[in-house]
């Protein structure tokens, strides 16, 4: 295939999963529901979009570079994902009385049914093949063949397997096998299996990774920012669900939209590290990560105790809270600076060895440098310092003379 034909098919791709995408969205807006017509509009725009960013990143992956698979499975994420949700929701609108008698409800059902769980092999294919779109080695490309065969077998036994279906349960199996009973715990069996693989595949980066060389390291490092920052997100998720209502109001609307959030910057992160767009500047992305992720995690965790211990000091003289808040906020704004500064040393310390060491030689040379005035001693001392910070494979000194 060439790749004028191959990019016009992964742009296909994009144009199907926006397509299937507003289809679904259509579908259940005329489903029964909680949501108000703002925030359905709202969930709405942000599926489509999130199927779009994966289907985009994935035309771009493959129209720069057709023979990688990764681009492939960018591409056919969004396309399953989207169809999947499309079979669900016409088969839930089908059995509406006000729908009247739409033909096929009962074999969109069935679809979905058993194509409902493409997502997670894809996502472990993703996993063993990024970003060069090869298997670490044949042991790592059985991990791969058993996500898929697995796939098959739980897939086979949901689209035989008697009874209700499993997310549109009016619905019976219009396939159904009533001899196969094994059918169903076959099912359960598998899908517990995907964990293990998913896990494996997980492990196959930090095995890739510490194979890798150079530029390749670069781009895992995007994959591990993306996957931090998903963590990050989830945790805020959690934190929410456990201090505010999310089922209503504005609470609502933010954990959804962190929902849809979530996965959005894996294809991002993988678009700009196969494509090599400012690859190297993930470094400073990962640095600025861990020092404001932990110096936001610690200024809460103050902020929080301080709040608690003020409330309880100052209870025998006051009822009010207002003076305990304004106390906390005082003291995290003032620990801002000071708390910045030793993380990022304690983060350059502890990751950034190289720099650090580089930073703290160029201080003491430029401390010597004040004092210093024999310029053989500052000659070596100059040339002492390029070796210990840039470590070049020469370095020459040369001194203009002064004017006659």
């Keep these: 295939?060439?790749?004028?034909?191959?990019?016009?098919?992964?742009?296909?791709?994009?144009?199907?999963?926006?397509?299937?995408?507003?289809?679904?969205?259509?579908?259940?807006?005329?489903?029964?529901?909680?949501?108000?017509?703002?925030?359905?509009?709202?969930?709405?725009?942000?599926?489509?979009?999130?199927?779009?960013?994966?289907?985009?990143?994935?035309?771009?992956?493959?129209?720069?570079?057709?023979?990688?698979?990764?681009?492939?499975?960018?591409?056919?994420?969004?396309v399953m994902g989207a169809g999947s949700e499309a079979f669900s929701a016409y088969a839930q609108y089908g059995l509406l009385e006000s729908s009247g008698d739409l033909p096929g409800e009962e074999a969109a059902a069935w679809i979905q049914a058993w194509s409902s769980e493409t997502g997670a092999v894809l996502l472990v294919l993703l996993l063993l093949l990024f970003p060069s779109g090869r298997f670490l080695s044949p042991r790592w490309r059985r991990a791969g063949l058993a996500a898929v065969v697995l796939a098959l077998v739980w897939a086979t036994a949901v689209a035989f397997d008697p009874g209700p279906l499993p997310n549109v349960e009016r619905v019976s199996n219009p396939l159904g096998i009533e001899a196969a009973g094994v059918l169903e715990p076959v099912a359960e069996?598998?899908?517990?299996?995907?964990?293990?693989?998913?896990?494996?595949?997980?492990?196959?980066?930090?095995?890739?990774?510490?194979?890798?060389?150079?530029?390749?390291?670069?781009?895992?490092?995007?994959?591990?920012?993306?996957?931090?920052?998903?963590?990050?997100?989830?945790?805020?998720?959690?934190?929410?669900?456990?201090?505010?209502?999310?089922?209503?109001?504005?609470?609502?609307?933010?954990?959804?939209?962190?929902?849809?959030?979530?996965?959005?910057?894996?294809?991002?992160?993988a678009g700009i590290a196969i494509l090599r767009h400012r690859l190297y500047d993930i470094d400073v992305v990962i640095n600025r990560t861990l020092v404001y992720?932990?110096?936001?995690?610690?200024?809460?965790?103050?902020?929080?105790?301080?709040?608690?211990?003020?409330?309880?000091?100052?209870?025998?003289?006051?009822?009010?809270?207002?003076?305990?808040?304004?106390?906390?906020?005082l003291a995290v704004a003032a620990l801002f600076r000071p708390a910045r500064t030793h993380?990022?040393?304690?983060?350059?310390?502890?990751?950034?060895?190289?720099?650090?060491?580089?930073?703290?030689?160029?201080?003491?040379?430029?401390?010597r440098l004040r004092d210093e005035v024999d310029l053989d001693t500052l000659g070596t001392d100059?040339?002492?310092?390029?070796?210990?910070?840039?470590?070049p494979a020469h370095v020459s000194l040369w001194l203009r003379g002064g004017e006659r």
């Design 1 to 78: 295939m060439s790749a004028r034909a191959a990019a016009r098919i992964a742009w296909v791709a994009v144009a199907l999963s926006v397509a299937l995408g507003a289809v679904t969205v259509a579908l259940e807006a005329s489903l029964p529901s909680e949501l108000e017509g703002l925030e359905e509009a709202l969930f709405g725009a942000l599926f489509v979009l999130l199927l779009a960013t994966f289907a985009v990143v994935g035309a771009l992956i493959v129209s720069r570079h057709p023979g990688n698979p990764v681009g492939w499975l960018f591409s056919a994420l969004p």
């Design 189 to 269: 069996l598998a899908s517990v299996a995907f964990l293990p693989l998913l896990m494996v595949s997980a492990v196959s980066v930090f095995v890739r990774y510490r194979r890798a060389h150079a530029e390749e390291r670069q781009q895992i490092k995007w994959l591990a920012a993306a996957a931090a920052l998903a963590a990050l997100m989830v945790l805020a998720l959690t934190a929410l669900g456990l201090t505010v209502d999310t089922d209503h109001g504005a609470a609502e609307v933010i954990t959804s939209m962190l929902a849809f959030a979530v996965p959005a910057p894996f294809p991002v992160a």
């Design 293 to 329: 992720g932990a110096l936001t995690a610690l200024l809460a965790l103050i902020y929080v105790a301080s709040v608690l211990l003020l409330q309880l000091a100052l209870r025998p003289l006051t009822e009010e809270s207002n003076l305990a808040i304004a106390g906390s906020t």
């Design 343 to 367: 993380i990022q040393d304690a983060v350059d310390r502890r990751f950034y060895r190289r720099k650090y060491d580089a930073a703290r030689t160029l201080e003491a040379f430029s401390a």
């Design 382 to 391: 100059l040339r002492a310092v390029v070796n210990d910070t840039m470590q």
